[in-house]
């Protein structure tokens, strides 16, 4: 079963979420520290010119540099990542927008991963919403209702009066009857 768990960077790279909703480490990479530098000239410059008020010249450098960093940030934001995201995903051979490899569990490991709540005996809370799912997974997804039964009984033997488990307890007394 693959972790589907985050996992805190060790190297001490930073972490964002990209546009599509993934997770990507973000060194210190060159267009940061060129935003950084255009953005600190900018503010530099503007106060050089504020003190020297003769020379308007400060002034034109100082909305050089805030165009620059202005026009940095429009081109790596709306042409370079995405032109870069999509080549990327054209040289791995998947889709736009589609998850990496891996990222969705399939069925299987899904099944795997709550079951593993079940026996490893995890909070009650963990427990009973494991037993859920994996109650409509075996009776609905899997077609299997004797396994699916199977569940019940087990979270009900452990948490007989648990108000959240009160759906399996009817649908199981509707079986007896």
Not at 2 to 31: E, K
Not at 82 to 99: E, H, K, N, Q
């Amino acid at each position: 079963m693959r972790a589907r768990f985050d996992v805190p960077n060790v190297d001490g790279a930073a972490v964002r979420w990209t546009s599509s909703g993934y997770r990507q480490s973000q060194q210190v990479r060159v267009s940061t520290a060129v935003r950084g530098i255009l953005g600190t000239a900018t503010v530099v410059l503007l106060l050089v010119a504020l003190l020297v008020r003769d020379d308007p010249r400060w002034f034109v450098l100082s909305g050089t540099c805030g165009m620059l960093w202005w026009g940095w940030d429009l081109l790596m934001e709306h042409v370079v990542t995405p032109v870069g995201d999509w080549l990327m995903s054209v040289i791995t051979g998947g889709a736009l927008d589609s998850p990496p490899p891996g990222a969705r569990p399939n069925l299987e490991e899904t099944i795997e991963y709550l079951e593993g709540h079940l026996e490893r005996g995890a909070s009650p809370r963990v427990e009973m919403n494991a037993a859920i799912r994996l109650e409509e997974i075996y009776r609905t997804v899997k077609q299997d209702p004797e396994r699916a039964r199977r569940v019940v009984d087990t979270i009900l033997e452990r948490y007989p009066d648990a108000p959240k488990l009160k759906r399996l307890r009817q649908a199981r007394e509707s079986e007896i009857v």
